[in-house]
């Protein structure tokens, strides 16, 4: 059977929607799975991200969501849309670093420091 979940209804770290995915793969698998051609039981699951939420590290074949850059800042409008300490505190590598620009409250991502977790996004 495969596995997956609404990652975007709940988490706050989805690199992918899941939904698009699942379906395309049990498109291309469902007369396999179907007509028991496969050459044992298989679960093939689907994680929105690294937190692995959909029992993908117990599955025989996983599909992962990864981010792949850095967040980028809305300079402009940051201050309104989250609470810049909390978005500092997020970041387990220390990447991001409160900041100040044209008088506003800011962010500043080390680029080379940051490892794609998607914490900040929350």
Request: hydrophobic share 40%; net charge negative; glycine share 6%.
């Amino acid at each position: 059977n495969i596995v997956h979940t609404q990652g975007y209804l709940h988490c706050h770290t989805a690199a992918i929607d899941a939904s698009g995915v699942v379906k395309a793969v049990m498109d291309e698998l469902y007369e396999d799975f179907g007509k028991m051609r496969l050459p044992a039981h298989v679960r093939i699951s689907l994680a929105c991200c690294l937190n692995m939420c959909g029992a993908v590290h117990c599955s025989d074949i996983a599909i992962l969501g990864v981010h792949r850059k850095p967040p980028m800042v809305d300079h402009e409008n940051l201050a309104n849309m989250c609470e810049i300490p909390l978005a500092v505190a997020s970041c387990p590598t220390g990447a991001i670093k409160a900041t100040t620009v044209d008088d506003k409250k800011s962010v500043v991502v080390n680029n080379d420091k940051c490892m794609y977790c998607g914490n900040c996004y929350t």
